[in-house]
Structures are given as C-alpha cells and as structure tokens.
C-alpha cells in the first residue's frame, strides 16, 4: 500500500501555528489591540490583530485567539489589500451545506473551535502576498455574571510574538457608579505592574495596559512568544437596595435587582455525595476538604443533612439536624470516612436527599439539595429520563437542585436538564489541585438565601426573559430585559414581589425615574435583551422534546441569526479571498470535545476531536506545562514546514504491514507556563492500596553529563509523606505482569529527560501487541499491524487502545491503564497509571507494589524510618507527581530504591521489552 501520508488538512492549522512561531521573520504581528467596553454589565470586546508578510513569497497568515465560554463571538472581518471580507453567521445546517459546496468545487475546509475551563477558542488563516498586510478583527459580546459580589471579566492575551505595538483598552460605564475595580490574572504581576494603568471617576473606570517588547517577554507566563495569559477586570456597582437599576434605550430594558441589605434565610441543605469507585484517589479527598470547609460556613440556625452513595445510600442522619457544633463535629466525623467504592445509584440517592427535605418543610427557609456526581447512574434506577422524571415529581418545584459534575466522565448534559427542570443550575468542577475550592466557591454562591419565590413584573413591558426565580442569593444577581410596549415609559411600571424570611416585600418605586440613554441611538440594550433571551432559550430547548423542543430552538435560532450570535445553533462562515479554503466556526457546548468538519472523498463528515481538557483520571485542567491539544502530524517534511492545509486528513484506519505509517505527535500549546504558581503541594495522598507513581525530579539537572534520573513516589498506608526513590538512565522495567491473564506491561525510562518513560510495550497472551513510543502508537495482532492515525480507537484482540487529548488508554479485559503523556521541552514522556486493577490481584511489576509502612525512628542526626523490620536512611526531598495530567508537588521521603520496594530493584528490571 501507498503511503499517502501528504494528505493532511485537519491539522493544517496548527501546523501552521508550529511551523511559524519559531521563526519571527516570516510575519510580523506589528499591532495588536483589545478594546473592550462595557456598559450595564454588557461587554462588547474587539480583537485587531494587524500582520504583514515579511517574506518575498506569500504566507499562509493564522489568526489564533481565546474568548470567554460565556461569549458569543458577533462579529468576524479581514482586510487584506483594501478588501473586506466579513464572515457571515448562518444556521449550523446551512453553514454546513455551504461548506460542503466548497469542498466540490475543490476547496477543503477546517473548523476552529475548543474548549477550555473559562476560554474557548478561535481560530483561523488566509495567505497573505509577499510584502503584504492583514488585519483581523474579531467582535464577541458578553452579559457579566455577578458571583461572589463581582463582576469578573476576562481578557485573554496572547498575540503569539511580542509586538510593538499592543494594547488593551478597557472601558467600564455603570450608571449606578462603580464601588471599586481591580486588576488581576495572570498578567497582572509585578513585572508589568507599571505596564497597567487604572483610573476610577465615579461611573467611568479606564484601564490600560501597554507593556513594551521587553516587559512581554518578562512576565511570569510569557515567553519569547511573547504575552500569554489574563487580564482579569474584577469590579462591583453601587447598590441602592431599593428595586435596582433599570436602563432602557430605543425601546427595550435591562433591570438588574440585586438588593444587599436584606437579613438572611435561615437554609435547610441537603448535599448528596457520590462515593463511587470511580472518585477514588484525589476527587474523594478533595471532596471532603470541601465538605470540611462547607460545614464550617453553616450558621447555627441552618439546618442539614448529608447522603453519600455508591450502589447503596448512606445517610448520617435519615433526618435534618440542627447544624450546632455537636452535630456539626458528627458530621465532619462522618465526612473524613467516606470511601470511594461501588456503583454510581443517582436516582435513589437525589429522591432520598428529596425525601428529607420534603419531610422537614419550615416556614421561613429556603431549602437546597446539592447533588455531587463524577459518573453515570450505573445502578438502580438507570434509565437518565425516568430520573430526570422521578426527581421532578419528587421536588415538586418546591426547592432547586444543584449539580455538581465532577470531571469529564459525567454526562453534563443529564445534570445541567435534571438541574433546569428542577430551578438550579449544573456546575462543573474541574478535577485539578483546586477542585476542593471550585467546590466550595459553588456552595458560597448559594450559601446565603436572602428571597425566596422571587417575581419581577413589569407593566407595560412585553417579550421578557424569566421572571420568576426561586431563590435569590446574596453576591449574585437578577436580570431581567423585556422590550417597553409601544416604547412607552409613562406605562411601564417594574416591581419585584418576594418573600423574605415570613414577610412578602413588594420593591417598587413610584418615583423611579427609568434612567436612559437620551437621543443617541444606542442597540446595547437590545443586544443584552437578545443575548439572554437566547442563553435563556437554549437552556429551554434543553428541557423540552419533540414538537415544543423544535419551536424553542427555531426562536432561538432566529434571534441568533438575526442579532448575529455565534451560538450552538449557527456557526460563522469566515469568507476568505477566492481560491482559499473557507473556515467554518461554531460554538462547542459545554465540554463537549472539539469537531472539526474535515473532508473526504467531496463528502463532508464530523470529526469529534480530543477534548482541549483533560479526560478521566488525569482531569487536570489546561493550564499546565503540558498540550492540551493533541494533533497529528503528517511526515511530510514540506507540509511541515509551509503549514498549508491544502490537501485532506485520511480518515480511516490503516492497517498495514512492514513500514509504519503517519506519526502521530503532540504539539506544544504555546506555554500555558506560569499559570499554575497557585499550584499547591500537596502531602495527603489517599489511603490506598495503590502504589507506584512516577515522578520527575523537581532538581533540574543542568550539567550534560548528569545521570538522567527518574524519581519514583510510592505512597504510604497510613502516613501523609509518600516515599521516593529514584532510577537512573534508560532502564528497562517491569510496570504490570499478570501471570493468569498472559498480560505483562513493560517501560523503558528515558534516556535523555528525566521524568518517565520513552516507550511502553502491552503484550496480551503472546499475540496482541501495544507499542507506544515517542512517535508511533502501533497495534499488532498476529500478522496485522495497525498504526494510529487518528481513528476513534484501536483494537487487537481483546485489547481496546484510545488514543485521546493528552493520554492513552488501554483496556484489556478487567484491567484498564492510563498513560499520561507529559511533554518537556518538545520531548514527549509517559506516566503509566493503573486504573483499574483486574480483579484478582496476584500481580507484580512496579504499578502492583503496595502502599508502604513505615514508622519514624530518629530524626537526627540522620533522618530513619523502619519499613517492616528494615531502617533506612532518608532525606527530605520534593516530587512531582505526574500520574496527573496536571502535577502535582509534594513532599516525600528519599531513599534508595531497593529499601523503599523492599527488594532489590534488579527484580524489576528486564532486557526485553
Ligand atoms: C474602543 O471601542 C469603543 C467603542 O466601539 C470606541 O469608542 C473606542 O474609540 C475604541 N478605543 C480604541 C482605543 O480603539
Ligand atoms: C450580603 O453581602 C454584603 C456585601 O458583601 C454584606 O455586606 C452583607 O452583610 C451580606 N448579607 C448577609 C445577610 O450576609
Ligand atoms: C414581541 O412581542 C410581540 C407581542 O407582544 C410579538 O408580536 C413580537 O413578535 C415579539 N418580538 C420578538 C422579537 O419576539
Ligand atoms: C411566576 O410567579 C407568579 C406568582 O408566583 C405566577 O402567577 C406566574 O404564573 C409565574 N410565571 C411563570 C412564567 O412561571
Ligand atoms: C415620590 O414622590 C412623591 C410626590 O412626588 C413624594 O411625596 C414621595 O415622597 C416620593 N417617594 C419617594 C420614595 O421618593
Ligand atoms: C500503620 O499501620 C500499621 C498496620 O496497620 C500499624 O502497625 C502502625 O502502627 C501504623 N503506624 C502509624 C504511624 O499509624
């Protein structure tokens, strides 16, 4: 077979992106501006990137950018040559059907879109003449979300080179006058601190931020590449604690109510904990710190219950108790004992959690059920529609359910409808060192019920968007937006009816002069009005099915096109200089993994992508040192080095023999670097029977001619510090050999990084063969050898490969591995992780070695432990515990190897691979 590895187009892109970075001379980004301006709590933000082709031969030119998730892009344009090209909003469908007319006529095409914790992204190219200029303008607007008491908005730089000529121009008019405004994230550091200017009058607040060449190269996450990383504008407006602020302009309003000075409700809380196999490791542990920190925050007048779950139901108390400090300690008693182990009953547990707070009605409350899941209900009731139905019936409308999904394994969808249906709201939680206080920042959102049954009215108002809220919180906020009926002001009457405490308040203001924007013509209020209807929509349509769902989604479809949103529904066709490939953008929803349309045959077909996070057990959120995206590569030198993406991604699985295939690679995300300083180390390992992780040395070692070394972490029964040992050099190791199952897993450490393995070899029973190195996945059973080239996944027998953003996962039979791969400095490295062990447990290897006991014996003047009846010496030394995608610091306990494993290390070392 032909090896037709030139045909490449779906990561033409970022090729193009890794190809030209390096190389500053061949475009020039010699102006780059962000211009955000924001008004009633509405941000309107605009991206000029201005580049010029510095070569003698025309370029292809990438305009690569990050938004806020929350954001709809509304605006996308190019001049290049004194033309315009706009791209257009159309219906997904429409969108698709115009982008596959442009594959007949023999253009392809790439969609750019990913997803992030906060961020989404955009991207684009054209091809520039030699000498020649572009200039990219990017539009997106958002309505700020208040939390915690703020408004945070965030703006993501990252030009890609340090450029003579960037800015970022912030302005904020809040009518009722801005109570304070603080620049932070990460680009708001010492370094650049007098790159940033901050003025404050009143209801205007300016910021600046203009750092030289020489300051974007210096600033913790930057690099030579330049400025990467956020500007966070966090402010707050005055508040009147009457009805609140009500703008109009050209015949549409804006309220926002978020009164302060009311007395809070005493809460009865309910939290609904999964304690599933699938939490164990650090998601339980971070679970009961936040519970820790939850409890702490109760006031003695709340009342509350907790529920934790696997297959079965475990109450601490079948009722609602009291939260005074005996039951409190009780509680926390019973929190630090939940173990993670079983099966995920999803719907038992949120009817009992319903149960108890039906049974405990009280006048005067507001009642709260917090559901925490990381999996699928996978026992008792099952069926997502009947849960989603039961809880209906069994919460009545009577208080919200929150959902919290914990990682990427939950289906977010099920929770964020179970959540709409029930008035709360579904709220990932990132599995990373600080999940414990995503967590925690949720339930202080929803700690402090100052109204519940909340409806705003407005006569003389027509087309609003919700009105009635169940619960109002101290720190958030109420919108409301409604067209004023014939543009009347005279009629147009708002009052809020609620109930605090035992007392219904009326808020309304006779004398309330509607503030407006006078003659100039002004749409934002009738943007803020679209924008909401649509969120709103869109979360309608999530709840409803057949006929209803389809009307609910057409309106939110017209208003999208209408209002120009790029949202789930439409996508924007970026129009480009004839010949050129067109770009297809969308919306990616909420974890959902990238797509991009690629072309094949003329036909034109959706390829998921591996999510821009972290999958499963690594988790681990962007952010780190590491890809978060994950591509292949062409061997091609020459589409390599051109980045063109002329020619089309082979889709399907090859299967050959003899030669390999296309590699598959792992491009470095320009540094997400420095963004982790909040990484926090952390000295609690879980009490497990697992075991072995990898780990790199903190230490770097400079010298060249410095042992390559790889430290080893293996954790403690029942101690907080882990041990350590290290390995040097290139050897060969025993991971995971079990006997019954003929299934043995073998690594070979690098030989030139320190921090893991090179290459991993899988055999099952002498003839299924998974081989992972540095280049090439590759899958042999029998005869047949299987390359990996972007398939949903590879088999050899029984043994399943999948090939994902930043791991590889293998399963075969009961026993299923996560190999996390690391990359440093261009190199890429592998963590083995056991995620599940088989079932009968006499395997051995370094991944099935036990967790260590040791006691301390001496602290001076050398440090001993005694594990079994052995002493060793030991030293204090840090690690790096890279069995996550994100990893994590700790402290652990050196020695030599052999007496850390309790047998010389020689039993674990082979020759063969
Ligand atoms: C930023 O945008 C606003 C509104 O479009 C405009 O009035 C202002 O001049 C722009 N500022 C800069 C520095 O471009
Ligand atoms: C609500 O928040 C405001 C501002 O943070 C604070 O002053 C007030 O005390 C809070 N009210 C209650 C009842 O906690
Ligand atoms: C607003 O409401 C009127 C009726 O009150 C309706 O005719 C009109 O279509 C609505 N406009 C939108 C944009 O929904
Ligand atoms: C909002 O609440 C009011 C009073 O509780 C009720 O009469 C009205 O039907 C509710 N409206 C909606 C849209 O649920
Ligand atoms: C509203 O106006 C009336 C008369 O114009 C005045 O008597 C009353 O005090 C005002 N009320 C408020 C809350 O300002
Ligand atoms: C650790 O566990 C072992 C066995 O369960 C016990 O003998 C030992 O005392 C424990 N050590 C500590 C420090 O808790």
Redesign the pocket.
Known sequence: MERTVGQITLFGLLLALASTLPNKDDWDVYSFHINSTVTSRYATTVITSRVANRMDESKEIEFHVRIPKNAFISKFRMFIDAQVYDGVVRAKEQAQQQYTEAVSRGESAGLVSSVGRTLEEFKTSVTVAAHKKVTFELTYEELMKRTHGKYELQIHARPMQPVSDFKVDVHIHEEAGISFIDVKGGLSTKALANAITKTHIDKEAWVYFYPTVDQQKMCDSCSDQGMNGDLVIVYDVNRDNGLGHIKKSDGYFVHHFAPSDLPRIPKNVVFVIDQSGSMRGRKILQTRIALFHILNDLAEDDYFGLITFDGNIFHWKRELVQANSKNLESAKNFASNIQARGSTDINEAVLQGARMLNDHSREGSASILILLTDGDPTSGVTNLENIQSNVRQAIAGKFPLYCLGFGFDVDFKFLEKMSLQNNGVARRIYEDSDADLQLKGFYEEVATPLLT?V?MIYVGGTNLTQ??FSQYYNGSEIVVAGEITDNNIETFTPQV?AISSNRRIIFSNPNETVESTGTVSDDRIQRVWAYLTVKQLLDKELQLSGPEKEKVKKEALELSLKYSFVTPLTSMVVTKPPGENIDVLHKPKEGETSQRWQSQGGQSILVPLPPAIGHGINGALSAADFDPSFSRQSLSPSSHLSGHSSVMQEHASRVERGRPGPVFQLHPLRGERGQRGDLAPVVLPDVQPAVVHLSRKTTTLEATDAPVLHRFLLKAANQTVPLCFDVSGPVRLKLFHHPSRELSVNGELDSVTNGGFSRIFIHVKDSQHVEIDTNWVTVRDGQTVTYYTGQDHLTAGSVTVIVRNNEIDVATGDMQMVIIVHEKNGQKLFWPVLRQHPSDNNAEGLLAVEAAVYEEVQQAPVRKLKIKNQEADVTGEMVVDYSFASPVTMNCWLMSADSALQRPLSQFVITQL
Do not use: R
């Open positions: 049954d409806t009105t009635n009816v």
